[in-house]
């Protein structure tokens, strides 16, 4: 029963086997957690019915030929679904490239083939209505921020959440209930996100929850958090190896060189230079978007506080979100990624601070940056648009399913 429950959450995530909190790391064929020893598990890349034959690639990138006959059974099983009484019966009709698969069978010595009993379906198309269903759920009971305390004697988190209106303080209750994962280095996938706790958090992380909002707009209650130690970081592209999938970059906070590494699962955006021109700032003083001086018998919010605009409006508070503006922009390929672009990349923090994974990058940012950015004081002088980008709020480092 261990095997087969290990067995399905690869089949239905995509993920690294997780128990007993230690995660398998595939660096070859040999370790691959996608090969076990009764199975293989990953995606179909090839059928040919003339040999008898599939194309199975994992997740960690090792190919495995599985050999099928007049007596292999085939079941078709719902993303979600863990138990094959659940299962469908199907034929090998029914198996296309693309779709992910569980072949069932004793492996060869050396990891390579597997001669199936069963095949285990589910079908890209079922994949793909799940993890839209996922996302949409995520967004519409979804909070994006970064840490800014950690109360253990409360289990509170309270995270900075940028809006139209300027930073807001929300406070999240963390109970024995709360569901929390927590990215590890170097991976950029929602889905590898192993099982953490409390202590684990850090002020500066950022975080993702799914959850429900009272009528405090400045309290959440979530039921599974997601967070991750990511940098943040803006500059402009000096050099673009499109083969490679390397961005090398002048970082302009710290005036250094970076290589960003764009891997398939990263994701691209373009920042449109309209948005950046509608009110060329969040903070126009004290009052907010326009400078408009707080009502009568109100205090001026703190510097960077943005004042509840009368309680949640479509589920949000406090106005338009930074973080799920910048989720909603078109995506693009790194051949749209010019030299002399600015951009955003969130990353993982890894083990070279020199060379970043992106999980995902926007460009245009230079119309981001005159979004975000405060209408200078008189006499003041125009602060580098990326000093404290890590801590400003903006926390799209963490995907959705």
């Known amino acids: ?197 409390f202590t684990d958090l850090k002020v500066g992380d950022q975080l993702r929850a799914l959850g429900d909002r009272g009528e405090d707009p400045l309290h959440f209650t979530p039921q599974k958090i997601v967070t991750g130690s990511f940098r943040t970081v803006g500059g402009v592209v000096t050099a673009i190896n499109a083969e490679t999938g390397e961005i090398k970059i002048n970082e302009l906070e710290k005036k250094q060189p970076l290589t960003i590494v764009i891997k398939q699962d990263a994701v691209l955006r373009r920042f449109p230079s309209e948005l950046g021109m509608m009110g060329g700032g969040f903070n126009r003083g004290a009052g907010g978007p326009g400078g408009a001086p707080p009502a009568a018998g109100q205090n001026a919010p703190a510097a960077g506080q943005a004042r509840p605009q009368g309680g949640p409006a479509g589920g949000r508070a406090g106005g338009f979100n930074i973080n799920e503006m910048l989720e909603r922009l078109p995506t693009i390929s790194i051949a749209d990624v010019k030299v002399g672009d600015t951009i955003i990349v969130s990353s993982t923090q890894g083990l070279d601070p020199g060379r970043l994974t992106a999980i995902s990058l926007v460009s245009g940012a230079e119309h981001l940056f005159a979004l975000l950015a405060p209408r200078p004081q008189p006499g003041q002088t125009t602060p580098n648009p990326a000093a404290g980008l890590g801590a400003s709020g903006i926390s799209f480092g963490i995907g959705l399913p």
């Open 1 to 197: 029963m261990r095997f087969l429950f290990l067995a399905f959450i690869l089949l239905i995530t995509g993920t690294q086997i997780s128990a007993n909190n230690l995660v398998i790391q595939a660096t070859t064929q040999a370790n691959d957690p996608g090969i076990l020893a009764k199975g293989a598990i990953g995606e179909v890349k090839a059928i040919d019915s003339a040999a008898n034959q599939i194309t199975l690639k994992t997740d960690a990138g090792s190919v495995v030929l599985v050999s099928f006959t007049d007596k292999t059974t085939y079941k078709r099983l719902a993303p979600g679904e863990t138990a094959l009484t659940n299962a469908t019966d199907i034929t090998l009709a029914d198996v296309a490239e693309g779709d992910r698969i569980w072949a069932r069978g004793t492996v060869s010595e050396d990891r390579k083939s597997v001669p199936a009993s069963m095949i285990v379906l589910m079908t890209k198309g079922d994949i793909a209505k799940k993890q839209e269903a996922e996302r949409l759920e995520w967004r519409r009971r979804g909070i994006l921020g970064v840490i800014t305390a950690v109360k253990p004697e409360t289990h509170e988190i309270v995270i900075a959440n940028r809006t139209i209106s300027g930073t807001q303080s929300v406070v999240l209750p963390v109970s024995d209930k709360t569901e929390m994962r927590r990215y590890a280095p170097d991976s950029i996938r929602f889905s590898d996100a192993k099982p953490s706790t």
